[in-house]
């Protein structure tokens, strides 16, 4: 789930886009990233209901998780059921732009934004990465550990076109 937040924040950044960038270089990537991660947010919502939520939905034992209603579940009558909060803290993600910082990609404009984009975009993705390795490092799934090593494949792809493009100014 941490990673479809964090998918979701970049393409909060490539929306930016096509209203401030100057180097075509910029727009191209935006459009890239755009139309890589909006399909690895739906594969990775097609997992989670596959494999957490309809298990969950179909186990009487599991009605009560991550807020499934229902009768069942391993509490005690009238006890409080702790439910899984599916809402995420930024803070708590490698690589996530602060608030602060996504108000002075909004402002800015033209060479200003470009290299704001490929500084935060690229601080993201390495973020992605780190997240990408540790998955390796402790999963098991083989979906997910697939899914975990394209994307570092990718976000390193595009971590170095970003660089390309402001370089290509030099």
Do not use: K
């Amino acid at each position: 789930m941490m990673m479809i937040e964090h998918h979701s924040q970049a393409l909060e950044m490539t929306d930016l886009a096509p209203d401030r960038y100057q180097r075509d270089g910029v727009e191209r990537i935006a459009d890239r990233i755009a139309a890589a991660q909006d399909p690895e947010i739906s594969a990775m919502e097609s997992w989670l209901e596959e494999n957490v939520f309809a298990p969950a939905r179909e186990n009487s034992a599991h009605q009560n998780f991550c807020g499934l209603e229902g009768e069942g579940g391993h509490h005690s009558e009238g006890e409080d059921v702790p439910l899984c909060d599916l809402e995420v803290d930024h803070d708590d993600m490698q690589g996530m732009v602060s608030e602060e910082d996504m108000r002075r990609l909004t402002d800015a404009e033209g060479d200003e934004f470009d290299h704001l984009f490929v500084e935060l975009m690229t601080a993201h993705h390495e973020g992605a990465v780190a997240m990408a390795v540790d998955v390796l490092s402790d999963g098991h799934d083989q979906t997910v550990m697939r899914m975990a090593n394209d994307l570092i494949s990718e976000q390193n792809t595009e971590i170095a076109r970003m660089e390309a493009v402001l370089a290509d100014e030099d």
